[in-house]
């Protein structure tokens, strides 16, 4: 299935996404395109076959559960949330939730994800993580005198970086950065500090400060093993391992001709081209993807080709 993607308009974005990934829109700027989204603040529509013009969750809802695989058994929900962020401008500096505090006070399933650089300008940098352990207090008293980030750990990016947020972990996405984003199914976050910026309605946007200060690990981001997950999906394919965890995995993909790939019955699939086009075979359906455009494939699929020249983000649970 092909998908059409829910599109948010935050005051940070610019129009990329639209000019350069193809997302038609009457928004001004398009901050996040939410490329395979089953949430109540966003939903995919599916853009072809018999299911045309239903909402991915409506369709899952009645094939049943064993279309998204044994893997995603162990979830309530549909578990993923794949973005394409465009960050003209610096995103606020925030925090999620884990699991067991979302679930208590916001109702659902909190946010790890994961980052990956799709492009950005020269010097770019994002927040990931403090440069060394603070306390609370110290954490509380730096949001409030507005020098938090005289303590935030700012690093330089470059196209292809891959960064894991695990809950928990300050980030900020800076400006002059377009980044695909893996993460739970979740919209939950706590803002902390937001350069003083006001929103749509002239108001200085909500921090929350409390819940963050509840949730934030203060030290450090530390470094994650070495993935070494076996690579058991693809042939004739130039992958990379960029993400492994409970949540997800994460691959980038390199067609060049004609490569073979397998959706079995462990986990449902979906891939979102950046860059180059390319044809999906698998019996008689035949679709072809361009930048900026996302699949959904069924666990149990079996064997499929993709054809052509691109770079993809593949991901499953």
Same mark, same amino acid.
């Given at each position: 299935?092909?998908?059409?993607?829910?599109?948010?308009? +935050?005051?940070? !974005?610019?129009?990329?996404?639209? @000019?350069?990934? !193809?997302?038609?829109?009457?928004?001004?700027?398009?901050?996040?395109?939410? *490329?395979?989204?089953?949430?109540?603040?966003?939903?995919? =529509?599916?853009?072809?076959?018999?299911?045309?013009? /239903?909402?991915?969750?409506? $369709?899952?809802?009645?094939?049943?559960?064993?279309?998204?695989?044994?893997?995603?058994?162990?979830?309530?929900?549909?578990?993923?949330?794949?973005?394409?962020?465009?960050?003209k401008d610096n995103l606020s500096v925030q925090v999620h939730p884990d699991n067991d505090y979302a679930m208590r006070v916001e109702g659902e399933f909190?946010? @790890?994800?994961?980052? $990956?650089?799709?492009?950005?300008?020269?010097?770019?940098?994002?927040? +990931?993580?403090?440069?060394? *352990?603070?306390?609370?207090?110290?954490?509380?008293? /730096?949001?409030?005198?507005? @020098?938090?980030?005289?303590?935030?750990?700012?690093?330089?990016?470059?196209?292809?970086?891959?960064?894991?947020?695990?809950?928990?972990?300050?980030?900020?996405?800076?400006?002059? =950065? @377009?980044?695909?984003? =893996?993460?739970?199914?979740?919209?939950?976050? +706590?803002?902390?500090?937001? +350069?003083?910026? &006001?929103?749509?309605?002239?108001?200085?946007?909500?921090?929350? &400060?409390?819940?963050? =200060?509840?949730?934030?690990?203060?030290?450090?981001?530390?470094?994650?093993?070495?993935?070494?997950?076996?690579?058991?999906?693809?042939?004739?394919?130039?992958?990379?391992?960029?993400?492994?965890?409970?949540?997800?995995?994460?691959?980038?993909? *390199?067609?060049?001709?004609?490569?073979?790939?397998?959706?079995?019955?462990?986990?449902?699939?979906?891939f979102t081209v950046l860059e180059g086009q390319v044809t999906l075979k698998c019996g008689e359906t035949e679709l072809t993807f361009t930048k900026g455009?996302?699949?959904?494939?069924?666990?149990?699929?079996?064997?499929?080709?993709?054809?052509?020249?691109?770079?993809?983000i593949l991901s499953k649970i």
């Amino acid at each position: 299935m092909k998908l059409r993607a829910p599109l948010k308009d +935050y005051i940070w !974005g610019g129009t990329k996404l639209k @000019t350069d990934y !193809g997302k038609e829109t009457d928004l001004d700027k398009v901050s996040e395109s939410w *490329e395979l989204a089953c949430h109540k603040d966003g939903m995919s =529509i599916i853009e072809n076959g018999s299911e045309k013009g /239903r909402t991915l969750k409506s $369709y899952l809802d009645e094939a049943g559960q064993g279309i998204l695989g044994e893997h995603a058994k162990r979830f309530p929900c549909f578990p993923l949330l794949i973005k394409l962020i465009d960050a003209k401008d610096n995103l606020s500096v925030q925090v999620h939730p884990d699991n067991d505090y979302a679930m208590r006070v916001e109702g659902e399933f909190g946010k @790890t994800e994961m980052w $990956y650089i799709v492009d950005c300008e020269p010097g770019a940098t994002l927040i +990931y993580g403090f440069k060394h *352990e603070i306390t609370k207090e110290e954490f509380e008293r /730096r949001i409030a005198d507005n @020098t938090l980030l005289e303590v935030c750990n700012q690093v330089p990016v470059h196209k292809g970086d891959v960064f894991f947020i695990e809950s928990g972990t300050l980030h900020a996405i800076g400006k002059g =950065i @377009t980044i695909c984003e =893996i993460q739970q199914n979740s919209n939950t976050t +706590y803002r902390v500090y937001d +350069y003083g910026r &006001v929103g749509k309605d002239g108001k200085p946007r909500e921090l929350h &400060v409390k819940k963050a =200060i509840d949730v934030t690990n203060l030290e450090p981001v530390k470094e994650r093993p070495r993935l070494d997950a076996v690579v058991d999906i693809f042939a004739d394919t130039k992958a990379r391992l960029l993400a492994s965890c409970e949540y997800f995995t994460v691959y980038g993909l *390199e067609v060049d001709g004609t490569s073979h790939l397998t959706a079995g019955m462990d986990s449902f699939q979906s891939f979102t081209v950046l860059e180059g086009q390319v044809t999906l075979k698998c019996g008689e359906t035949e679709l072809t993807f361009t930048k900026g455009e996302s699949s959904f494939l069924p666990a149990g699929l079996g064997s499929y080709m993709l054809s052509g020249k691109a770079s993809l983000i593949l991901s499953k649970i």
